[in-house]
């Protein structure tokens, strides 16, 4: 029996091995893969610059850089690897990062070692995936690891519910929306073919947009809020205001429609939560839900699993694993402080 070599640590750093961590820092390490740019998941990535080599896709650098500005492009333990290309270790073994359907750049990992064991994680994932990892050992995101967790809509019909809540609350004046990164692009993307109104947003989101836009999103034409022209547009009845990490939403009274765009998904039959007649929710999530995340671990052919238990649904995720999947033995991670 192969002994379990994957883990989370207290603080959400995943450790594959004794050599690789994702998304967080840990002693005596030497890489690191950055899964992606959420927040929750650029764990003391500071420290990981100084002292590791940081390996991610292409497009994960390039969000950073944009975001970072500074010295990224003059360093050189960054590494870009492509989705399917090898990424080899001193020891031998080598990793490689395939595509998760979660943002921009967001990635699932392998780690092939020498032996011929091979270990991942799951990064945070959406569903379906052209390409799921295989590997005897697994780090499952359990975001949404509760059976509670299933969603009876589809994400076409949260986007269209989406763009018609705009469509109709627009005729009372601007429409401001809150997504996070990533999910903004993709209300964008939603709203901006055939919206008729000027589309507003800070100079930050537009340079984070830029780089969408070279990695080929067709997202339509951003105004820059300071601007003559965005100025201008903003004294129209009409218009839609973005916002998303960093912008400043709320911090002033608005005039129009709010709306949030979350990954909450109660109710989980209908995407949309009104407050008030200006105040509406429209669950746009990014994740794989319950059911879709067993369907991942089965396509990953793990037969050990490990669930992320530093957040909500590790111990009903690792049970229901347990119960549901036959050959697959599921625990929740250690949360230990010290490296595994
Ligand atoms: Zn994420
Ligand atoms: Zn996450």
Redesign the pocket.
């Known amino acids: 029996m192969v002994k379990q070599i994957v883990d989370v640590l207290r603080d959400g750093t995943i450790c594959l091995g004794s050599s690789v961590t994702c998304d967080g820092f840990a002693e005596g390490f030497p890489i690191r893969v950055q899964t992606h740019v ?1 927040d ?2 650029m764990i003391k990535f500071e420290t990981s610059k100084g002292l590791q080599d940081l390996v991610m896709r292409p497009e994960t650098y390039s969000l950073l850089v944009a975001e970072k500005n500074a010295d990224l492009e003059y360093r050189d333990n960054f590494h870009r690897l492509g989705c399917g290309k090898k990424f080899e270790l001193e020891d031998g073994s080598h990793l490689c990062l395939l595509p998760s359907n979660h943002m921009l750049g967001s990635c699932q990992v392998t780690l092939q070692r020498t032996d011929g064991l091979r270990i991942g994680y799951s990064g ?1 994932f959406g569903w379906p995936l052209g390409k799921v990892i295989e590997v005897d050992q697994l780090v499952v ?1 359990s ?1 949404y690891g509760s059976p509670r967790s299933v969603r009876h809509y589809t994400q076409a019909a949260a986007e269209e519910c989406l763009s018609s809540l705009v469509f109709g609350q627009l005729r009372q004046g601007p429409v401001h929306i809150y997504a996070h990164r990533g999910t903004i692009e993709r209300v964008l993307h939603v709203l901006s073919d055939n919206i008729g109104v000027p589309i507003i947003a800070t100079a930050r989101l537009i340079k984070e947009v830029e780089v969408y836009q070279d990695y080929g999103l067709a997202a339509g034409e951003l105004l820059w809020a300071d601007s003559e022209v965005g100025q201008l547009a903003m004294q129209e009845k009409s218009f839609v205001h973005l916002y998303s990490k960093g912008d400043g939403f709320r911090n002033e009274p608005m005039d129009g429609t709010s709306i949030t765009c979350s990954a909450y998904m109660v109710p989980s039959n209908n995407p949309l939560l009104q407050y008030s007649d200006r105040a509406y929710r429209v669950s746009l999530s990014n994740h794989a839900d319950f059911n879709e995340t067993l369907a991942y671990i089965k396509a990953t052919g793990a037969k050990k699993v490990v669930t992320d238990n530093t957040r909500n649904h590790g111990c009903e995720l690792a049970l229901a694993i347990n119960q549901r999947l036959e050959g697959v033995f599921a625990s929740p991670s250690s949360n230990k402080r010290a490296p595994c």
Do not use: A, E, L, V
């Open positions: 959420h929750d998941h945070d995101d975001t």
